[in-house]
């Protein structure tokens, strides 16, 4: 049974997306004033009545990470004073996902302190894609639904006559390349990197055929696009007919645009999880997916107390 009134929310981070949701779901975008006073402290002011709703709030902590991160808990906390029945927060980029677990003595677990900050800010539940790391789920103790944009971008990569093969730019992305080759009937070859600092790689052998082949490097997200530009040159480098990337999160930070350009890539196919303001005339190989389908049809389900898992592949 429905918990109260749906409404959609969003601050500022990527209100494209959360309009095609509403677009998806027929409703209206629930009005909220997203501000700053001349200091810079954000500012937040509720439109409607939601005492008693369901509200879901669309908010990536995408760049600026740390201005959207207290956007969205300074949002949750004006939602939870104002008496919501149950608020989620969807955030289909969660930022500081890559720091799930100490590397270093004296290191923090950031993505544990994300977490945290969430929860006191008065989430009751957490909709996210494609996390880095799986384990950040455990960093709450609320129900929180890991959705996976694969039906999205497999539904493209159908599209593909040739003889494809997936490849996993390292050694951690192998189990996601084997799930989108076993789907697409592909062959699968993995790159072995050396990182030699953090956001620089090398790529260095190919495991696997890749010649002749349409090879798709395939990861969770594209930030400075060192990796994934390394990976296209030795593909190429042993025999691959044609390179194409996929990742579900265009973080495309520093000279990330400019390398994709320059790159040997014929395509690179991202989704809107992140909102890519004029990069993609900065970089035309771009494809934008939208994933206001799939996050629509999570939000339903999760309003009318359905099955989520019905929308993995």
Known sequence: MAIGELKIMTGSANPG????????LGCELTQCLTDTFSDGEIRVEIGSNV???????????CAPVNFHLMELCILLDALKRA??????????????????R?????????AKLVADFLTVAGIDRLVTVDLHAGQIQGFFNLPVDNIYAAPVLLEHLRKTDDDIVMVSPDAGGVERARAYAKRLGASL??????RDAPNQAKAMNVIGDVKGKTAIVLDDMIDTAGTITAAADVLMEN?????????????????ATERLQKSLYSQV?????????????????LQVLSLASLLG?????????????????
């Open 51 to 61: 005492r008693g709703a369901d509200v879901f709030v669309v908010q990536p902590t």
């Open 83 to 100: 008496s919501v029945g149950r608020v989620t927060a969807v955030v289909p980029y969660y930022g500081y996902a890559r720091q799930d």
């Open 269 to 285: 196919i991202v989704t809107n999880s992140i909102p890519m303001g004029n990069k993609v005339e900065q970089c035309p190989k």
């Open 102 to 110: 100490k590397v270093a003595p004296r290191a923090p677990i950031s």
């Open 297 to 313: 049809k999570a939000i339903h389900n999760i309003h009318t107390e359905s099955s989520v898992s019905v929308l993995f592949v």
């Open 17 to 24: 997306l959360a309009k095609e949701i509403c677009n998806h």
């Open 239 to 255: 025999g691959a007919k044609e390179v194409m990337a996929c990742a579900t999160h265009a973080v495309l930070s520093g000279p």
């Open 189 to 194: 070859a993995i790159i072995d990197k050396r």
